[in-house]
């Protein structure tokens, strides 16, 4: 009964490959966001979304495309991978009221290799 | 443009001893800020938190205290315990806008017995 749940975990690939990250939550929230923790531990926000709508796009490339299908996911969609995007991915999500915590997934290690 | 500033990236405590975690941040127009602890392989978690309107708020054995002048707070954990150790995440919302948190860049807490 995982509140946020991202897959996969771990997903290692090349250089100029298109991958996918999925998530869920179960929190009935409506709020969800995509964060990058990199090499030097920086935890930033990519993108968030309310109730399927784009609110924050926070300056990332548009090789990555996030996709919500409903909002209680929120996937993210990665073209033409470079060895940059190495990282540690994490979704998260909110009621999205003021000050509400955000709820994180346990984030997947992308390495492009 | 490191708005949110942890310029230790590691501390060693005994157990039973207090923690002292410190956070520093640079836009005087931050006025919430949010605690999260993070284990190895899992997402960050919510902790504590505490509004500009505040100087102090605790929570059990944790206390945030916030110094508005000198635009510094700190996370106090006492007892400290071996499950303590994790990393803590520093964080701030601009303008009580929960969807862009700003990240520091986190401690790793160490409780050893």
């Known amino acids: 009964d995982t509140a946020v749940s991202q897959t996969p975990k771990y997903l290692v690939t090349q250089m100029g490959n298109d991958k996918s990250i999925k998530c869920e939550q179960n929190l009935g929230h409506d709020t969800m966001y995509w964060y990058k923790q990199d090499s030097k531990k920086f935890l930033k926000i990519m993108f968030s979304?309310?109730?399927?709508?784009?609110?924050i796009n926070e300056t990332v490339p548009n090789r990555f495309s996030p996709k919500s299908p409903d909002k209680a996911h929120l996937n993210l969609h990665i073209n033409s991978l470079e060895l940059g995007d190495s990282a540690v991915y994490f979704c998260?999500?909110?009621?999205?009221?003021?000050?509400?915590?955000?709820?994180f997934g346990n984030g997947t290690r992308l390495t492009v290799t | 443009d490191q708005q949110v500033k942890q310029n230790s990236p590691s501390l060693s405590v005994q157990e039973g001893r207090i923690s002292i975690l410190n956070c520093d941040y640079t836009n005087s127009m931050f006025d919430y800020f949010l605690w999260y602890k993070k284990y190895p392989a899992e997402g960050p978690t919510f902790l504590i938190s505490?509004?500009?309107?505040?100087d102090k708020n605790e929570d059990g054995r944790f206390t945030v205290f916030l110094n508005k002048s000198a635009k510094h707070l700190s996370l106090h954990i006492v007892p400290s315990q071996p499950g303590d150790s994790a990393v803590y995440f520093c964080?701030?919302?601009?303008?009580?806008?929960?969807?862009?948190?700003?990240f520091g860049t986190g401690t790793r807490l160490q409780v050893f017995p």
């Open positions: 964080a701030a919302p601009p303008l009580y806008n929960t969807d862009k948190l700003i």
């Open positions: 505490i509004s500009s309107i505040k």
């Open positions: 979304y309310n109730n399927k709508e784009l609110i």
């Open positions: 998260a999500s909110s009621r999205g009221q003021n000050n509400s915590p955000l709820h």
